[in-house]
């Protein structure tokens, strides 16, 4: 059963897994922990992480990176048309408002939605968990970190985009919380649960956002205090800022306008990322040249870190009032926090630490791995959530974001409204509420405070509630809404329960056989003081029927099928490769052998034709062959071992024969000195008997004659000819021999008899043995 934790980044993603006792980050299949969050559609198939990055100038039009914000969005949100200008392909408005990536794939024009490629991320890192990981049988469970301020809808789009790619998300984690669990299970000097808590800061500064977060600590334990976030700050925008300065230096110096080339714009946003990171650990001017940039020319810059800074003033600025957000009618004050945590991969930027310094009168600490602290806050969810690990208990109390209302109306009834959830309140949880209805109605439930949700969706839902009936009074019945933030930040209509007065039928009163029969015609004197007596009365819970309406569906099934074809070409197209590749290297390595290695073992002549059959095989891969089925690769590769694999065997038999050899004379020699032991009397084979003994003997001159007739016959032959003797044949030989001789020689000698002890004389036998002695004694 995996134990996985995805970090899925608008820039990079991160693997962590539960394995020997903590969590690993693994490495993909270029060795690397970052996978690029890149896909990329070909006319023969697809590709994903680094691939798909290192091939984006060839194939600007067909690849997507950049959309991460996208997932759950619409085309028209002001988020989706600030990230647009940064995706290679063309982003289309599908009906509905839906977001569509459109690209060639297969020689076909195919639009795609975030979520599709969202998924196709997803099985790349699936397939590499699969091949760096082979102990894991089953790629399956597994936790996914997306930013806190996701809206329900955007879960909803992430928890599709995961079923997608037949995964199963065993919870979705805030990346807050997963960087807070990262920082808070491995602490062992946390306060007493009953004790003032450690009150620490995380400041997590990534690609396309910044998010903060209040978290306090005791022993096992975290409560998410506050949280703030801004996408106005982020990698994505210092490196934009960055791009933009040079963009205007270059229009000056070369009169050329990058803008105005997307291939030229994407180069020039990769290289001032570079000079970014340079910039931090550097404040000598950075450099940067550019070969054959626009119109031929070749460009260079330089940028100091005063001047990065001075520029970048804004985006400073923004993530100073996201930390300042979190203290905004909060439980504590800046001055009290104990730590600040920084994370995320422009948490480097030195001036982030003056900023922390300046607001918190501290230093920033960096005690965790900038970049993989998400990843592995998940996988370590991952672990508590399956029941094949244990994990040290710890308790995770999150805040879900933002604040929820429902409203109730339908039937003849007069409707009302509540708030659900405020921004504060722990998750996942549940509330009960309790409304009066006599017939159907609807709950609502939406954000409050839209313009404080960075989504143009308020709305989460709908919820038709059918089967309520008034009591036979007419009157309205008290029905029970149960409303849930799930684990993973998505709320919903859980179940609702109706609930109705049923009167108990009173069972027939027993006649007491011995009390004195009434007279006849008489009737029961009436108690003038007796009640009329009340009828007994039980309440019984419906429960009743729920249609959920939200603003989006996905037909998990339909594109779960989608991604499976595509995952079948994929996988047929990486087959072909990998025999093309075969026939290649084949070529390669047998042209260097046969002048080399495998020279004294092939003859001139057929040495020579077989250099050309791998010349015109090498022609024919850069021609017609460059593409061609699987089958026919492994067709010419079969017909070129049919040259090749004698000349294998000939070099490989020699390499092993002679030291086959000297081990079956060891064996034999070893035989020999046994049975010579033997014979001269030795203590150590004496017990044997002397018909095992001939056997071994006979099996020594045996064994020997054939070695030696074998060795002779195989020198005759010259290194060109095929052996008559095989390794294999050797070792049989062998074997047989010791299966022969092992067990007679390794026979243990028997135990020596036992003495029996002399037995004890009668005290009358010994009084009659001491007479006798004294008889003698007075005698002599």
């Known amino acids: 059963m995996s134990v996985l934790g995805f970090d899925i980044g608008n820039l990079n993603c991160y693997i962590s897994v539960a394995r020997q006792g903590g969590i690993e980050v693994i490495t993909n299949d270029y060795s690397l922990h970052a996978t690029p969050a890149c896909v990329a559609f070909t006319s023969k198939d697809r590709s994903m992480g680094d691939a798909a990055r290192q091939a984006v100038n060839t194939n600007f039009k067909n690849t997507i990176i950049y959309f991460k914000q996208l997932l759950g969005r619409k085309y028209s949100d002001p988020v989706t048309q600030k990230f647009i200008p940064f995706i290679p392909c063309e982003v289309v408005a599908l009906p509905n408002d839906d977001i569509g990536l459109k690209v060639s794939y297969l020689e076909n024009t195919e639009v795609f939605s975030p979520e599709q490629v969202f998924s196709a991320l997803l099985t790349k890192l699936r397939k590499i ?190 993530i100073r009032r996201v930390l300042e957000e979190l203290f905004i009618e909060g439980p504590i004050k800046p001055e009290e926090v104990d730590e600040v945590e920084i994370v995320g991969g422009s948490s480097r930027i030195p001036m982030i630490r003056k900023i922390i310094h300046d607001l918190f009168a501290k230093e920033a600490k960096t005690t965790m791995n900038q970049d993989e602290a998400v990843a592995r806050g998940a996988a370590m969810q991952c672990a508590i959530l399956s029941p094949t690990y244990r994990v040290r208990e710890f308790s ?183 025999a093309r590749n075969s026939v290649e290297a084949y070529v390669y390595e047998m042209r260097d052998k046969i002048s080399d290695q495998f020279a004294d073992f092939v003859s001139p002549q057929a040495a020579e034709e077989f250099r050309q059959e791998l010349t015109v095989t090498e022609d024919w891969l850069y021609d017609e062959g460059e593409d061609v089925e699987q089958q026919v690769y492994e067709k010419r590769l079969e017909a070129l071992k049919r040259h090749g694999d004698p000349i294998v065997e000939r070099y490989r038999e020699a390499q092993h024969r002679q030291p086959a050899f000297d081990d079956f004379d060891q064996v034999i020699a070893r035989g020999r000195k046994a049975y010579e032991d033997y014979v001269a009397g030795g203590e150590l084979y004496a017990h044997l008997d002397s018909k095992d003994m001939e056997k071994v003997i006979n099996a020594i001159e045996d064994k020997k004659k054939w070695l030696d007739d074998a060795r002779h016959r195989q020198e005759r032959l010259a290194k060109t000819e095929a052996p008559v003797i095989f390794v294999e044949e050797i070792n049989q030989q062998r074997s047989a021999f010791e299966n022969i001789i092992n067990p007679i020689l390794n026979k243990k000698k028997p135990a020596p008899p036992k003495q029996e002890a002399p037995k004890k004389e009668a005290p009358q036998q010994q009084q009659q043995a001491g007479d006798a002695s004294q008889s003698e004694m007075d005698v002599d």
């Open 129 to 318: 968990v699969e091949a760096q990981l082979p102990d894991v049988k089953k790629v399956s469970d597994c936790v996914v970190a997306v930013p806190s301020y996701f809206t329900d809808v955007q879960r909803r789009a992430v928890q599709a985009s995961i079923q997608f790619a037949n995964l199963n998300a065993l919870r979705i984690i805030n990346e807050t919380t997963a960087v807070a669990l990262t920082y808070g299970i491995y602490k062992q000097d946390l306060p007493e649960e009953n004790a003032k808590a450690k009150h620490v800061v995380f400041l997590d500064i990534g690609h396309s956002s910044t998010q903060a977060s209040l978290v306090a600590f005791n022993k096992g334990k975290l409560t998410m205090l506050r949280t703030a976030h801004t996408m106005d700050a982020g990698g994505l925008w210092f490196d934009n800022m960055i791009r933009e300065h040079f963009r205007l230096e270059f229009r000056n110096k070369y009169g050329i306008d990058a803008k105005s080339s997307p291939r030229a714009w994407l180069r020039l946003l990769d290289e001032s990322e570079k000079v970014k990171k340079q910039m931090s650990a550097n404040q000598t001017p950075i450099p940067l040249n550019i070969e054959c940039f626009m119109d031929d020319k070749d460009v260079s810059a330089k940028m100091q870190r005063a001047e990065f800074e001075d520029i970048a003033t804004p985006l400073f600025a923004v």
């Open 396 to 578: 995770i109390k999150d805040s879900q974001p933002f604040r929820i209302g429902i409203t109730w109306n339908g039937g003849a009834a007069e409707g009302g409204e509540s708030v659900a959830f405020t921004e504060s309140d722990e998750f996942p949880f549940s509330k009960m509420v309790t409304l009066f209805r006599s017939d159907a109605f609807q709950i609502d439930a939406r954000y409050i405070s839209p313009n404080t949700v960075p989504h143009t969706q308020s709305h989460l839902g709908t919820w038709h509630v059918s089967g309520v009936k008034p009591t036979a009074e007419g009157e309205a019945r008290k029905v029970k809404v149960k409303v849930r933030v799930n684990p993973n930040g998505v709320f919903s209509v859980c179940s609702a329960t109706m609930y109705e007065t049923q009167v108990v039928p009173e069972e027939p009163m027993e006649v007491d056989a011995a009390a004195p029969p009434a007279a006849e015609g008489a009737e029961p004197a009436a108690d003038p003081a007796a009640e009329p007596a009340k009828p007994k009365t039980k309440t019984i819970s419906i429960d009743l029927p729920i249609r959920e309406v939200v603003p989006v569906n996905y037909d998990v099934q339909k594109y779960a099928g989608i991604e499976l074809q595509m995952q079948q070409v994929d996988e047929k197209q990486k087959r072909k490769a990998d």
